[in-house]
């Protein structure tokens, strides 16, 4: 949004030196033909320099008008997303111990990425409405301090930032949370609200390039509606930047509050195959069934959809329902090449189409060199063979302006 106003002013001054120049030629012009004689030469030099700066001014007008947001629809949106690039991101999982700069580089070696996002985690017991949050229980890199010094590392490197506040349940899902008695969901409003406030005043202090006002709260977003609209509001007050919220995957249409945000964000787990090693060309297929409604929700809201979370598990059935590889891990065959062909398919499908913002894919260890490998059965695509596709295609992505 800074670039944007430099742009302006520049153009501003530009317009305010050409003016100057002109004013100066039109008095040296009259001095020079101070003789009566040459009063008729005067005069018609003075009308061609008066005609053309009129014609600048003009022009400079009409270039305003057509940039003036009453001429937008949805205007912020479109400013918000003005010359951003395509979001080839990851998402950090936040270490327990600091570390340095280049620790990071290897997110953009192995597969190209440009965005990452940190997630300073918050905690709940079960139905309990206090966050707890900034506790010394807590890892380096989920607390305040942390937080800050991933952002730095991150810029450093060239890497825009989505600070992404996260809340885990113990022993359930932030999904489920529901409360039964009024006075609770006041408590959890307010603790939620400080939880988020801390972190947005943050991420305006940070110059981050976007923040995620909640994660995957099924419930409380739709019947908290007023609520989440007042805090979307006040984040505005903090944090300047654009803004989103990360929804699940089966319930992003339910979302009161997509008009208050400048994307669409959805944690996008489609269950798509169930086969062992689904072919890259029937999850293709799958994607593309899908693609009517994801444009289609995009297109209602004026707004493109950014993929908060998404990615594959390397193992058996790795296109299907994540929740239960995630539960049924250990029993299941790790599948290497499942997770590269849902990767493959997922780029080729819908990843180029307009109404996609791109997304940040689950998850990133900080050791790099440790992470992942040929046995390892979890999200990260790390010393994997997903690693050579998905930098594949974010390079080829990276160059190319989002709409």
Same mark, same amino acid.
């Given at each position: 949004?800074?670039?944007?106003?430099?742009?302006?002013?520049?153009?501003?001054?530009?317009?305010?030196?050409?003016?100057?120049?002109?004013?100066?030629?039109?008095? @040296?012009?009259?001095?020079?033909?101070?003789?009566?004689?040459?009063?008729?030469?005067?005069?018609? @030099?003075?009308?061609?320099?008066?005609?053309?700066?009129?014609?600048?001014?003009?022009?400079?007008?009409?270039?305003?008008?057509?940039?003036?947001?009453?001429?937008?629809?949805?205007?912020?949106?479109?400013?918000?997303?003005?010359?951003?690039?395509?979001?080839?991101?990851?998402?950090?999982?936040?270490?327990?111990?600091?570390?340095?700069?280049?620790?990071?580089?290897?997110?953009?070696?192995?597969?190209?990425?440009?965005?990452?996002?940190?997630?300073?985690?918050?905690?709940?017991?079960?139905?309990?409405?206090?966050?707890?949050?900034?506790?010394?229980? #807590? +890892?380096?890199?989920?607390?305040?301090?942390?937080?800050?010094?991933?952002?730095?590392?991150?810029?450093?490197?060239?890497?825009?930032?989505?600070?992404?506040?996260?809340?885990?349940?113990?022993?359930? +899902?932030?999904?489920?949370?529901?409360?039964?008695?009024?006075?609770?969901?006041?408590?959890?409003?307010?603790?939620?609200?400080?939880?988020?406030?801390?972190?947005?005043?943050?991420?305006?202090?940070?110059?981050?390039?976007?923040?995620?006002?909640?994660?995957?709260?099924?419930?409380?977003?739709?019947?908290?509606?007023?609520?989440?609209?007042?805090?979307?509001?006040?984040?505005?007050?903090?944090?300047?930047?654009? &803004?989103?919220?990360?929804?699940? +995957?089966?319930?992003?249409?339910?979302?009161?509050?997509?008009?208050?945000?400048?994307?669409?964000?959805?944690?996008?787990?489609?269950?798509?195959?169930?086969?062992?090693?689904?072919?890259?060309?029937? &999850?293709?297929?799958?994607?593309?069934? &899908?693609?009517?409604?994801?444009?289609?929700?995009?297109?209602?809201?004026?707004?493109?959809?950014?993929?908060?979370?998404?990615?594959?598990?390397?193992?058996? #059935?790795?296109?299907?329902?994540?929740?239960? @590889?995630?539960?049924?891990?250990?029993?299941?065959?790790?599948?290497?090449?499942?997770?590269?062909?849902?990767?493959?398919?997922?780029?080729?499908?819908?990843?180029?189409?307009?109404?996609?913002?791109?997304?940040?894919?689950?998850? +990133?260890?900080?050791?790099?060199?440790?992470?992942?490998?040929?046995?390892?059965?979890?999200?990260?695509?790390? @010393?994997?063979?997903?690693?050579?596709?998905?930098?594949?295609?974010?390079?080829?992505?990276?160059?190319?302006?989002?709409?």
């Amino acid at each position: 949004m800074a670039n944007t106003k430099k742009r302006h002013y520049h153009k501003h001054f530009s317009l305010k030196l050409s003016t100057n120049h002109y004013k100066t030629l039109i008095i @040296n012009l009259i001095k020079d033909y101070n003789s009566p004689y040459n009063l008729p030469i005067m005069i018609n @030099n003075t009308l061609f320099i008066l005609l053309f700066f009129s014609i600048i001014s003009i022009n400079f007008a009409c270039n305003s008008s057509k940039n003036s947001p009453s001429n937008n629809i949805n205007s912020s949106t479109k400013h918000a997303h003005k010359n951003i690039k395509a979001i080839n991101g990851i998402s950090f999982e936040s270490p327990p111990q600091a570390f340095e700069t280049p620790a990071l580089q290897p997110i953009i070696d192995d597969v190209g990425a440009n965005w990452i996002a940190i997630s300073p985690y918050a905690f709940a017991r079960g139905n309990s409405p206090k966050i707890i949050y900034d506790s010394n229980y #807590q +890892w380096w890199g989920e607390r305040p301090e942390g937080v800050i010094r991933i952002i730095e590392h991150a810029q450093a490197q060239g890497l825009k930032i989505m600070l992404k506040p996260q809340v885990w349940l113990m022993h359930s +899902w932030v999904g489920d949370f529901d409360l039964e008695k009024e006075k609770d969901w006041k408590l959890w409003e307010e603790s939620y609200r400080d939880y988020v406030i801390h972190f947005a005043h943050i991420a305006d202090s940070m110059h981050v390039d976007l923040f995620c006002v909640g994660t995957e709260y099924r419930i409380a977003a739709v019947k908290r509606a007023n609520y989440w609209q007042q805090l979307i509001n006040e984040v505005k007050t903090i944090y300047t930047g654009p &803004l989103t919220y990360a929804a699940n +995957w089966d319930n992003y249409q339910n979302i009161p509050f997509w008009s208050s945000l400048d994307y669409i964000g959805i944690d996008a787990y489609f269950p798509l195959d169930k086969t062992a090693t689904p072919s890259i060309q029937h &999850l293709t297929t799958a994607w593309n069934k &899908l693609a009517p409604e994801l444009a289609a929700y995009s297109q209602q809201y004026q707004k493109q959809l950014l993929f908060t979370e998404y990615g594959y598990m390397s193992l058996d #059935q790795a296109g299907w329902q994540n929740w239960e @590889n995630e539960a049924n891990k250990h029993q299941k065959q790790l599948n290497l090449q499942a997770q590269a062909n849902a990767f493959e398919a997922l780029f080729r499908s819908i990843w180029q189409a307009p109404y996609i913002a791109g997304g940040f894919i689950w998850k +990133w260890h900080v050791n790099h060199a440790k992470a992942g490998g040929k046995n390892n059965k979890d999200y990260t695509p790390q @010393n994997k063979p997903a690693a050579a596709v998905i930098k594949h295609y974010y390079t080829q992505n990276d160059s190319l302006p989002k709409p």
